[in-house]
């Protein structure tokens, strides 16, 4: 028997059904952030990255340009099981020359559309609210100055052209998330003002009706941002409200709130009123986030509350961390799979029958058998998942980055 086998064994003594999980695992969408493979620069002409984000490190082999993005994520998409979509940014927009981020047009992502078709992979968007010399005072979509303001409402309005266009072209909804950065330093002497002026600004942008089908729009709160640590225009009761009263999706970034809030604990309480909620997921480390996803406790509750909701189609999940201090590839894969691993942990446990402890007020019970599930033999499960996926099992996969670093990425100086 191999290990597999007599881990499907183990779990179906306990009514647990490997096959189904295997299934199910391989359906769910994980949308992998390109930005991993440039830290966040894009294709524009060279500026630096601003707006409270920040990449450190200096590991060689950074892609410099749509070519090389995109063999490093073929890589990327050989050694990462599952149903995969690829997470664009404004600032990937492959032209010619110099298009400003308000004039960008579907035509700019024709061929990340045809990259993505031809590896069978989905497309989701995001317009680029930072790292722009069209910012005034750090300042985008709540500028008090008015031709700044509309510059990015009509940044925000082709991104929302654009994106319906990629779920067109793709028949898949494509999620356009809206993030920025804007917010100060030092405690303002005006909270309320800002808000409005996003309010106002959003109600610009989304005035323009699409048909779901192709586009589910989305913004992203924060609590701080690196150098804006006294206010956020963009925050959770401001977007909340804003998505609620407005039919928008929220999107949660794991790293956007206090480090003692649980991030898988706003998942159900989204649910309970939206369709869709959409996540990035990241890893913080104190002030800072965007750390590489590790199979950390805080990811495998995420993974939890989407599957034990059913909710693998309900729950958009986005990838988003950046760290340039390691092999970029490397960085991808190590999150990616870790994504997945945490979604086949959770489809391998008794989620209805925890949850019938809890109803019945057994929380003796609930706690012992969940601790007992944590050292089931989920590996061998995963490997499985990785063998029928055509990806390399264990580690072998970093011997492939090795390689291709050897080969392709300590060539790019
Ligand atoms: C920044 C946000 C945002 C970005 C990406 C690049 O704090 O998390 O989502 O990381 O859009
Ligand atoms: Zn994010």
Redesign the pocket.
């Known amino acids: 028997m191999t290990n597999y086998e007599l881990a499907k064994e183990k779990y179906a003594k306990h009514g647990i059904d490997t096959e189904h999980a295997l299934e199910v695992l391989a359906t769910i969408p994980v949308s992998i ?1 390109c ?1 991993q493979g440039d830290d ?1 620069g894009g294709f524009e002409s060279k500026g630096s990255l601003t ?3 920040q990449t450190t490190g200096n590991y060689p082999g950074k892609a410099r340009n749509a070519k090389e993005l995109m063999d490093d994520f073929d890589v990327v998409l050989s050694l990462v099981p599952g149903s995969k979509r690829i997470n664009l ?1 404004a600032i990937y927009a492959i032209t010619d020359e110099k298009v400003e981020r308000d004039r960008l047009e579907p035509k700019h992502f024709d061929a990340w559309i045809d990259y993505a078709k031809s590896r069978g992979i989905g497309v989701d968007f ?1 317009p680029t609210f930072f790292s722009s010399p069209k910012m005034k005072d750090g300042l985008s979509l709540s500028s008090p100055d008015e031709e700044t303001r509309q510059y990015w409402v009509r940044h925000g309005k082709a991104s929302r052209k654009i994106s319906a266009y990629i779920g067109e072209k793709m028949g898949s909804p494509c999620l356009c ?1 809206l ?1 920025i ?1 804007d917010g100060y330093k030092e405690v303002p002497a005006d909270r309320l003002g800002p808000r409005l002026r996003l309010k106002k600004s959003l109600d610009e942008i989304y005035s323009v009706k699409y048909d779901p089908k192709y586009i589910i729009d989305s913004c ?1 709160s ?1 609590v701080f ?1 690196i150098g804006l640590e006294s206010y956020t225009v963009g925050s959770a009761e401001f977007y909340q409200n804003y998505c609620a009263l407005n039919g928008l999706c929220c999107l949660l ?1 794991n ?2 709130f206090h480090p003692t809030e649980s991030v898988a604990d706003k998942i159900p309480s989204l649910l309970a009123f939206h369709e869709h909620v959409a996540l ?1 997921v ?1 890893r913080p480390v104190r002030w800072d ?2 750390h590489v996803v590790r199979f950390d406790d805080e990811l495998r509750e995420i993974a939890k509350e989407i599957i034990r909701n059913h909710a693998e189609h309900r729950v958009l999940i986005g990838l ?1 961390y ?1 760290d340039a201090s390691i092999n970029r590839v490397a960085a991808w894969v190590t999150g990616a799979r870790n994504m997945y691993k945490a979604l086949l942990n959770a489809l391998l446990l008794p989620n209805e029958e925890l949850a019938s402890y809890q109803d019945s007020a057994n929380f003796t019970k609930m706690l012992a058998v969940s601790e007992e599930y944590t050292t089931f033999p989920f590996g061998d499960v995963w490997d499985e998942f990785c063998r029928r996926q055509n990806v390399p099992v264990g580690l072998d996969w970093l011997a492939v980055v090795d390689q291709y670093e050897k080969d392709v990425l300590s060539k790019r100086v």
Do not use: R
Request: proline share 4%.
């Open positions: 952030h930005w966040v707006g409270g984000i940014h995001n998330n993030w950065p992203e924060k941002g970034d790293g956007h990035h990241t986030s965007d988003d950046f």
